[in-house]
């Protein structure tokens, strides 16, 4: 039955998007590492491999999503009809069979990236990733810089495009920011850098070998914690632990709701 507090129609249409979460959720992980967890928690990553139940979010940081996907779609579409992408559009890329000569790698990496653009004067390949951002205010809580202050990439978005640059083979390129409230942009150009590859590469495959073990892998207690959605679990695991309730990692975030 319809809640008679809020208009019908914005019932329907967070309706989807709830229903649109709980799908999500539902889906067996696909046994890859990707790009975009690159920066994310080891122990998260843990969680996400073995199947674990993610916290619920708010409806407002599911519309968020959307809006975010919205825009990324847009400008993907911008792009193209500009003329200056290489190929018809980003597609899904799978690990190589080695890493610069260095490993063999015996993990799974799969990722989808946003566009390779071709530049206008010398021809040369520029892999892009699109980020679009929301103009906070600097109150220093949050993780999300006011724009005036995005000077640089955030790391996890270096990352990203760090391994995406391993994968493709493209080395240079840009992380595209889209201001969501003035779509004003910042391009940030990126050149492939082999130690940040290198870390990531040895991050993954050390949290391979605990999910391969089914060792639970080890607090880690300088990451970020209040925007994990593995939260509850990882709170739970660490009284186990420890026998701590972690109440000075494990502060309440925003978009965490009880239902």
């Given at each position: ?131 679009s951002h ?37 080395m240079k ?83 965490i709701t009880?239902?």
């Open positions: 039955m319809l809640n008679t507090d809020t208009h019908w129609l914005e019932q329907a249409l967070d309706a989807y998007l709830k229903n649109k979460a709980l799908q999500n959720a539902a889906r067996k992980h696909d046994g890859y590492f990707h790009p975009s967890q690159a920066g994310k928690c080891p122990r998260y990553l843990w969680y996400e491999f073995k199947g674990y139940q993610k916290d619920p979010v708010s409806i407002f940081s599911q519309r968020a999503f959307e809006e975010g996907n919205a825009l990324h779609n847009l400008f993907e579409r911008i792009f193209k009809d500009a003329g200056i992408v290489y190929g018809n559009e980003g597609g899904v890329i799978e690990s190589p069979e080695n890493l610069f000569n260095k490993f063999k790698l015996d993990i799974p990496i799969r990722g989808t990236f946003d566009s390779i653009v071709i530049h206008p004067y010398d021809k040369s390949l520029y892999l892009v990733e699109f980020k929301k103009d906070v205010k600097d109150n220093g809580n949050s993780y999300s810089k006011p724009w005036n202050k995005l000077d640089s990439p955030y790391m996890d978005h270096i990352y990203q495009w760090q391994l995406y640059s391993f994968l493709t083979g493209v390129g840009v992380i595209f920011y889209i201001n969501k409230n003035t779509l004003q942009y910042k391009i940030f150009e990126q050149e492939q850098d082999k130690d940040i590859i290198y870390d990531i590469i040895e991050k993954f495959e050390d949290i391979y070998k605990y999910v391969k073990e089914n060792k639970l892998y080890p607090f880690q207690p300088n990451e970020n914690h209040v925007w994990c959605l593995y939260k509850n679990q990882c709170q739970f695991d660490y009284l186990k632990e420890t026998g701590d309730d972690g109440k000075q990692f494990f502060k309440r975030s925003i978009h009880n239902g």
